[in-house]
């Protein structure tokens, strides 16, 4: 009999037990029916947002310690990640993503800074624009197979990363999508039918874009002559380069593409080139010299920033536009030629120096060789530049030559009446000897005729 109450007691404690779960199970599934398209949800680490039937992740507590994110929540699946959600969760270091997402939006992870591993879902098809910018710890990631592009700054100052595989459907990547990624030496395309890595440099198939470069890059680096156009961000941080050889097949240097090149000290730009895009050499502080092709069109902002090395930049005639500070903060330039061809030159373009402030210092040093009325005169007389104008000094040069030519001309005339003078003296007592001559002959005919008539 008491064998007989306990089961009954113990299976009651069952039933309430479950009836309790139940109402638990319903209340959740309630949460999900009576959820609205737009309505927010948060828990411990993270606020979602009902969109179309299923949770997207707008938001995580930049002072959340997690190692993954959840598939589902209050019987919703979660299969997006918003832009910006994850953004500077400085706490994360290994994060798995599960393959219920299928979107992940820009700068999703942008400055998680402690981020070491990322496992991403096989179902997204893009890695969309900054998604791991600024991850500076990021040693590896596996792309998903399916992922067909990269968008730009993906990557972007992902110091650490050392090596990644594209996938086979990749057809697309973005600007900087790599830049300043200065570990960054090994990259496996062997997947890939779009990139080839050759020789520790990326191209597409054409070979006519360069995207990336190794930085274990070293000493003399030789451009392939079919290279049309070097992708922004590029070589980016390869530091051990010390000699550029561009061939003229190269037309643009893209944004970024050289910066932080901190070894290099001599290009050689070659005929063809007609574009040198913003920042492209910045920071490059050992070069030493620049001397422009004359196809070259464009100097963009700051291309030649920071070059604290730079002595001689030539710019030639048809150079047209030279952006605000191409050369700004190059203490050794102190002397530049801008040709008339040049009708804009922005805001600090030379002779300025920058200071920690950011702050912009003349420098008193800095003289610039113009045309009177050019865009160069008027640069250095808006920023109080010491200028000396080149066709003034070309107009005395042709004064004195002029006047040399008609003193030349003087002494040759003199010479030539004096040549004619003496030859006409020279005639005149040829013609009197001969005269003299003719009588002194006639002279004696007459008198030996005298004496034979005396004889007779």
């Not at 832009?83 to 393959?99: G, S, V």
């Amino acid at each position: 009999m008491k064998l007989k109450n306990r089961i009954i007691k113990l299976a009651a404690a069952l039933c309430t037990a479950a009836v309790a779960c139940m109402s638990v199970s319903l209340s959740s599934f309630a949460v999900v029916e009576n959820a609205e398209v737009g309505e927010e949800l948060r828990d411990g680490n993270f606020t979602y947002e009902l969109v179309n039937g299923t949770y997207t992740i707008t938001a995580c507590d930049p002072t959340s310690i997690l190692s993954e994110i959840p598939e589902l929540r209050n019987g919703y699946a979660i299969t997006a990640i918003a832009e910006k959600a994850f953004q500077d969760c400085h706490y994360i270091e290994e994060l798995t993503i599960p393959d219920t997402i299928t979107s992940i939006g820009e700068n999703a992870f942008a400055g998680c800074n402690s981020l070491k591993k990322v496992t991403l879902p096989k179902r997204i098809t893009e890695l969309k624009s900054g998604m791991f910018m600024g991850c500076t710890r990021l040693e590896s990631v596996d792309i998903p197979d399916k992922v067909s592009s990269i968008g730009n700054y993906a990557f972007y100052n992902c110091s650490m990363l050392k090596s990644v595989r594209l996938p086979g459907e990749l057809s697309s990547i973005g600007a900087m999508a790599f830049a300043q990624c200065s570990s960054i030496t090994d990259i496996d395309s062997s997947d890939c039918g779009a990139f080839t890595f050759e020789d520790g440099i990326l191209y597409n198939n054409s070979r006519q874009n360069i995207y990336r470069a190794s930085t274990a890059l070293s000493g003399e680096v030789y451009i392939r002559n079919e290279v049309k156009y070097i992708e922004p961000g590029a070589f980016s941080v390869c530091v051990k380069m010390t000699e550029l050889y561009l061939p003229s097949s190269v037309t643009d240097i893209g944004e970024s593409a050289f910066s932080y090149c901190t070894g290099l000290k001599k290009i050689d730009f070659a005929a063809g080139l007609t574009n040198i895009a913003p920042i492209a050499f910045k920071y490059c502080t050992s070069l030493e010299a620049v001397d422009f092709p004359l196809t070259l069109h464009t100097v963009g902002d700051g291309a030649f920033l920071g070059c604290s090395s730079l002595s001689k930049a030539v710019i030639p005639e048809g150079v047209a536009d030279i952006g605000e500070g191409a050369f700004l903060d190059c203490p050794k330039l102190r002397q530049i030629s801008i040709p008339k061809s040049v009708t804009n030159i922005s805001a600090h373009a030379f002779g300025y120096t920058l200071g920690e402030d950011e702050s912009y210092t003349a420098d008193e040093s800095f003289g610039m060789s113009v045309f009177t009325g050019s865009e160069g005169e008027r640069y250095a007389k808006s920023n109080k530049l010491e200028c000396n104008r080149v066709d003034k000094s070309l107009k005395q040069y042709a004064f004195f030559i002029v006047a040399a030519a008609l003193l030349l001309v003087v002494i040759v005339f003199a010479v030539l009446l004096m040549s004619k003078g003496r030859k006409r003296a020279s005639a005149s007592e040829r013609k009197a000897e001969k005269e003299r001559l003719e009588d002194e002959s006639y002279e004696t005919i007459l008198e030996t005729t005298d004496e034979t008539k005396k004889e007779q």
